[in-house]
């Protein structure tokens, strides 16, 4: 059974910075890619940041592109997400997500994976 425990959310000023933490247990860490979604309120889940098995490829949106770094610790089944210059409209909760299939990749083209390997989410508070 696959678990994905989140952390580090919390509260930060805007031009600030957090880190995501996302533990993950249950499967062989290293045959699946990992992504970062979120949803802001009223509004649709949406890509952040994804990266593949071995952590040779990553991939992210437009949006924030240059700020966030997507990174993954295979000996320590844990991915993370290090985001800077946060802005007030980035307020969100961030969820982490594994592939469900082995080797296939998670970018903003190919959108949510099918199955249900979502982490519980990890409220993010970007104050103006």
């Known amino acids: 059974q696959v678990q994905l425990v989140e952390s580090g959310g919390g509260l930060v000023q805007a031009g600030g910075s957090l880190r995501l933490s996302c533990a993950a247990s249950?499967?062989?860490?290293?045959?699946?890619?990992m992504a970062w979604f979120r949803q802001a309120p009223g509004k649709e889940r949406e890509f952040v940041a994804g990266?593949?098995?071995?952590?040779?490829?990553?991939y992210y949106a437009d949006s924030v592109k240059g700020r966030f770094t997507i990174s993954r610790d295979n000996a320590a089944n844990t991915v993370y997400l290090q985001m800077n210059s946060l802005k007030a409209e980035e307020t969100a909760v961030y969820y982490c997500?594994?592939?469900?299939?082995?080797?296939?990749?998670?970018?903003?083209?190919?959108?949510?994976?099918?199955?249900?390997?979502w982490g519980q989410g990890n409220q993010v508070i970007v104050s103006s």
């Open positions: 997500t594994q592939a469900k299939n082995r080797y296939t990749i998670i970018s903003a083209r190919t959108g949510p994976p099918p199955g249900d390997y």
């Open positions: 249950g499967r062989t860490f290293s045959s699946y890619a």
């Open positions: 990266i593949t098995w071995g952590g040779s490829n990553t």
